[in-house]
């Protein structure tokens, strides 16, 4: 498999209002394999993507291999700034639909 992005992110936890994402499940994209998962901030995927760092989303397949969903950007709505995996004016964080944890 071509390496998709640096990271993965394979599943999210939001907060209780469900507009912000708090961790997301990582591992890094090796190519042919993935690192093993990892939680983070979501202030620490935020910090990544403005340091050059890509992200994919990824979902795992009956067949048990990894899927590619959509490249995370950020997307800056009236002074916040959202992960997302497309622009479309929503404020909340919006990463396809990945498994939560």
Known sequence: MAKWADYLITA???NSAKMH???VE??????DTT??????????VVSKLESGYTYCT??????????????????TIEGTKYIKTKAD???KDNLDNLPTF
């Open 12 to 14: 999210v936890s939001f």
């Open 21 to 23: 994402i708090d961790e």
């Open 26 to 31: 990582v591992c890094a994209d090796n190519g």
């Open 35 to 44: 690192g093993s998962p990892t939680k983070i901030k979501r202030s620490t």
């Open 58 to 75: 990824a979902t795992r397949g009956s067949d048990k291999n990894w899927h590619k969903g959509a490249l995370v950007k950020i997307v």
């Open 89 to 91: 004016g929503i404020k």
